[in-house]
């Protein structure tokens, strides 16, 4: 047996020189006297974007808890080592310098010896700058595994960052930095797109994205020989989403069989996403491992003990797979001396099938923010949270997020998360050996809210307010801003001779506006103002971050004042529907125990920004102009289906042609487009809010579109006026009992229409 690593189509010098282990399990018995046994672990790790300490110490953490394990295979998240959310810092040479010095560190310790260890990090080759895998056994560089798809829609701008690499024939020579190369005995690695042949199984990366693209890596590698795939991702949460993520994996090995194993980051690493965990191992189409989505812990490992004669028996009883493999391009390899696989030993147990683990759209709402919040919190040096509290279902929402929070810290605590209770203990500023042990205690400490109250506010709000702050354990505050609104009126009358008043009371379109504008922007002052000063009241050190409560569906139809209670240091819910968020009010009543929850969903949505009169009173979705529901309609047409107003009155047309007539669908059309294109402006102050939803509107990386427009439309609304005359529009033309089908479950409509109403598309 060689004691050099081998690779095919690549004529060159073998520099990793003798990987021998003598000491590893099976190494000295032949393939045919042993079963194949293999066990291996996967990881969530809660990396931080450029923080290499925070990074490494966790990937060590995860190697340590998995040779515990007895795991012979460790898989980390994609670009581990730098985090996943550098962006433009991928772009700086330092960034790559310290990537190979962080791994320089690991290859010089122990951390390898015995298990094979794929790290993610920026490689720069020539010119170009790939997004790789490392993987590495015995203090040696096995093989270097570019990306060669990469995600470049949606929250992803990869292409921004790397290359993409191209050669898919062979496998080249990679000069290892001189550092690195002097260190580890090494001159140069394979480099490229292929598989590392062991003794006893054979293992490939498929990284991240190029599980989703339409001719994966995996179908021609399993045709190849490959049993064990490497997924190594870097996947935020999205409502919803878990299901289509689960089932890839599933498909990639349930009519090919082989061993699936995924590794995701978990956490808040800088930026506006949260990465959802749920690092698993899937055999042959059945899960068998799952970590979890939402967690506190800095490193969760996952391990699974797997037969991979299971692999070998499916693949031989599929005489399709046998036919194609027989005639297969075939993928270049390196040979590395090893087994990876045991005896058959009946100490070590199998893992076998589970149900798949899924939390509720509710749920999501509740631990995915809450997570992300905690991560924001105890990273930024901040003391705690100031929330501008209305009683109404936004600012409840986030409320009641904080105080989820709260719980699963207390929870972290009590089951013996030392990092968690460090953190507490520091935010906390719990002293005398003291840490928090109650979740209404710990928010008393870390969480203001404050009801700013004005001549327009009713007393039903402003006790739901208080009571939920009880409920919760906030440092509650009641305070009137009709001192401050009133001198702001007295010093523009004072200038100009003229005072505003309300439309209810005779004053214009505009001065109404300007009235509750400036309520609106009060509260955002004032915000402000108490969060960097009532620490300083309390005599506690620190600042406190603002949380803001505007939701996707306000965000996306511009029904928010610029610069108001928006306007905050960041947003838990600016990427969650109306919808969805009254469904977490009832939801989180009962669950989180904060009762006044269900009242405060039940009530009907209102800014409190005009008088409240005895025949009037100002709802949300009367100022509109449309209702929460239809808004999210408007939003996954626009964005999710890339309607614009021509596609959208279409789709409505079959979506809702049952009840409105054309001309009706045309004016609610032109009513979204209008008042979405007035306010477009305001996306681009939004406060950096949590991503949650694929339709949100949020202009910095997502939904990127112009601000200044021709609100008016003329030559889309003028088309969509000449097909309304070409339909006869005033009369409506889909029965309820059209040969269209039954409009509420989606027949007839077409896909779009259909999907237009549904929450789950768009991942």
């Not at 003391?383 to 972290?412: E, N, R, T, Y």
Request: charge should be neutral.
């Amino acid at each position: 047996m060689s004691g050099h690593v081998k690779r095919s189509k690549a004529n060159v010098s073998d520099p990793v020189g003798d990987l021998t282990r003598p000491d590893l399990p099976g190494l000295s018995k032949t393939l045919s006297e042993k079963m194949r046994l293999l066990k291996v672990a996967t990881c969530n790790l809660n990396q931080w974007a450029m923080d290499f300490d925070c990074n490494i110490n966790n990937i060590k953490e995860s190697i340590a808890k998995s040779k515990e394990a007895g795991a012979v295979i460790r898989l980390g998240p994609e670009l581990e080592i730098t985090g996943y959310g550098c962006e433009d810092h991928f772009l700086e040479l330092d960034t790559v310098t310290h990537a190979w010095e962080c791994l320089k560190e690991l290859l010089v310790g122990d951390w390898t010896d015995g298990m094979l260890c794929s790290f993610g990090m920026p490689v720069i080759k020539g010119s170009e700058r790939y997004n790789c895998q490392i993987l590495c056994m015995n203090r040696k560089i096995i093989m270097i595994r570019p990306k060669m798809w990469l995600a470049n829609d949606g929250n992803y701008r990869e292409l921004r960052w790397f290359t993409a690499w191209k050669q898919k024939d062979q496998l080249v020579e990679f000069q290892l930095p001189g550092d690195v190369s002097k260190a580890v005995s090494q001159e140069s690695v394979p480099f490229g797109y292929g598989y590392i042949q062991f003794l006893d199984t054979a293992v490939a990366a498929e990284i991240c994205e190029e599980l989703f693209t339409p001719s994966p890596p995996h179908a021609e590698l399993a045709l190849n020989g490959v049993e064990v795939f490497l997924n190594a991702s870097g996947s935020h949460h999205q409502l919803r989403k878990l299901d289509i993520r689960l089932r890839a994996f599933i498909g990639a090995t349930h009519t090919r069989g082989g061993v699936y194993i995924y590794s995701n980051h978990q956490g808040c690493d800088g930026g506006r996403l949260y990465y959802d965990g749920c690092a698993s191992v899937v055999v042959n189409g059945d899960l068998v491992a799952q970590g979890s989505q939402f967690s506190l812990k800095d490193v969760e490992v996952v391990i699974a003990q797997i037969d991979l004669e299971a692999v070998a028996s499916l693949r031989g009883s599929i005489s399709s797979f046998q036919e194609q493999s027989s005639c297969k391009t075939r993928v270049p390899s390196v040979k590395a001396p090893y087994n990876l696989c045991q005896s058959f030993n009946l100490k070590m147990c199998l893992s076998s099938p589970l149900k798949i683990k899924y939390h509720s759209p509710e749920e999501e709402i509740a631990f995915g923010p809450a997570c992300w919040l905690w991560d924001y919190l105890r990273r930024s040096g901040a003391s705690g949270f100031l929330l501008p509290l209305s009683g109404g279902a936004d600012s409840s929402s986030v409320a009641a997020i904080v105080g989820c929070m709260c719980q699963l810290v207390v929870k972290d605590i009590a089951n013996g998360d030392q990092q968690v209770k460090a953190d507490a203990i520091r935010i906390g500023q719990y002293t005398d050996g003291q840490y928090p042990t109650d979740s209404r205690e710990f928010a008393k400490r870390i969480f203001y809210s404050v009801f700013m109250g004005s001549e327009n506010s009713s007393e039903v709000t402003k006790s739901r307010a208080k009571v939920l702050a009880d409920e919760i354990g906030a440092w509650h505050l009641n305070i009137s801003i009709d001192g401050v609104i009133s001198a702001l009126l007295t010093l523009f009358q004072t200038v100009t001779g003229k005072r505003p008043r309300y439309k209810i009371d005779g004053g214009s379109n505009a001065e109404n506006l300007g009235l509750q504008n400036i309520q609106a922007r009060i509260r955002m002052v004032l915000a402000f103002m108490f969060a960097s000063l009532l620490p300083w009241v309390h005599n506690k050190p620190g600042f406190y971050l603002v949380l803001g409560s505007s939701n996707v569906d306000e965000g996306l139809r511009g029904y928010l004042t610029k610069y108001d209670c928006s306007s905050a240091d960041i947003n838990p819910i600016g990427s969650i529907s109306k919808q969805d968020l009254r469904s977490f009010l009832r939801w989180a009543a009962t669950h989180l125990g904060y009762a006044s929850l269900a009242d405060i969903e039940a009530a009907p949505p209102t800014a409190e920004l005009e008088p409240i009169r005895s025949n009037y009173s100002q709802l949300d979705e009367v100022d509109m102009g449309m209702t929460y529901e239809e808004l999210s309609v408007y939003g996954r047409l626009r964005k999710i289906f890339r309607c614009g107003p021509m596609s959208m009155f279409k789709n409505l047309c079959y979506r809702w042609g049952a009840k409105l007539t054309p001309q009706e669908v045309a004016e609610k059309v032109k009513h979204f487009f209008k008042y979405y294109s007035i306010n477009r402006h305001k996306m681009t102050t939004l406060t950096p809010s949590y991503h949650a939803e694929s339709y949100s509107p949020e202009d910095n990386r997502f939904d990127l579109r112009q601000f200044l427009y021709n609100v008016r439309w003329p030559y889309q609304f003028r088309k969509i006026d000449e097909l309304v005359k070409e339909l006869d529009g005033d009369r409506v033309h889909l029965g309820e009992s059209s040969d269209l089908g039954d409009a509420s479950h989606g027949g007839g409509m077409g896909v779009v229409a259909a999907g237009s109403g549904n929450p789950n598309v768009g991942h």
